[in-house]
């Protein structure tokens, strides 16, 4: 790829207006084709936005050695789940890739070697979330992995060096739950608005409080959150997204919640916008 065009991310003029940032609580696939209060705030969203040149996600389904960047020109539709309606299975959300920024990410990543991928596509995190932002499928969605045996800081600090991105049009998303125990799920209290187990809302509560005041290090050290913590964050997969959206905040840009609420005891949809 010529120097050139790879750099057009890079060197283009920056905006004054930098794009906000999302960490979304995505919960079931099955909000991708729903109409409930979580896919309803995502489509608002999406209409109240200045239109993205592209979407970089960062998603919890997707866990490598080592990070990777999708590169291809067509991202496939990846339906990573089990045992749902055959509807789900059939949704396709054909937004473009963006090669050229696919290369531009892996090179303000470095030194850090990012590889270029051209078979994962677009999982269940990305597109349940990104196809009620922006149905027409035709804003450019690259997603970035992450590196499963890499600790939290990593992450964190790897974030930050997106910022330029930003500046240029990119919205980047960060795609999990903050609070995310599969195995304490209460399937049979599903439909039960907003119930989280008292450890589910203690943890999600305590996130949000340091969010807001800008105290990252409990964050990034979550495993110091006690046993409340140990239940709410068993695994790293949903939570690490967070992280990149963190890493990427400026000092005295807005934070606002939404969508937040717990499902099934041991989820939360919180979700959280800057800027």
């Known amino acids: 790829m010529p120097k050139q065009i790879l750099n057009h991310w890079l060197t283009s ?22 109409d409930n209060v979580f896919s309803r705030q995502w489509a608002a969203l999406g209409q109240q936005l200045p239109q993205p040149k592209a979407v970089l996600c960062v998603s919890a389904h997707w866990l490598t050695r080592g990070t990777q960047v999708t590169a291809m020109e067509v991202p496939p539709t990846i339906h990573d789940f089990g045992g749902f309606p055959e509807a789900l299975y059939q949704v396709q959300y054909p937004a473009p890739g963006e090669p050229v920024l696919a290369a531009a990410t892996a090179e303000l990543l470095a030194p850090a070697t990012v590889g270029l991928d051209h078979e994962w596509g677009l999982d269940h995190g990305a597109w349940s979330v990104i196809r009620q932002m922006f149905p027409k499928a035709d804003i450019p969605v690259i997603q970035l992995s992450l590196d499963y045996y890499r600790e939290p800081r990593y992450h964190y600090e790897l974030a930050r060096q997106l910022s330029a991105l930003r500046r240029r049009g990119v919205l980047i998303l960060g795609s999990g739950n903050i609070v995310h125990n599969l195995r304490m799920v209460a399937w049979d209290k599903l439909d039960k608005p907003a119930f989280g187990y008292d450890w589910a809302l203690e943890v999600d509560a305590r996130i949000k409080a340091l969010i807001e005041t800008g105290d990252h290090t409990p964050l990034i050290d979550y495993r110091q959150l006690g046993e409340a913590g140990r239940l709410a964050i068993p695994t790293p997969d949903h939570y690490l997204p ?21 499902v099934g005891g041991s989820i939360t949809m919180t979700s959280v916008q800057v800027g």
């Not at 967070?242 to 717990?262: K, M, Q, R």
């Open 13 to 34: 003029p920056e905006s004054s207006d930098q794009m906000p940032l999302f960490f979304m609580g995505h919960g079931s696939p099955m909000n991708g084709i729903a």
């Open 242 to 262: 967070l992280l990149y959206i963190l890493g990427l905040v400026e000092s005295d840009e807005p934070i606002t919640f939404f969508n937040d609420e717990a």
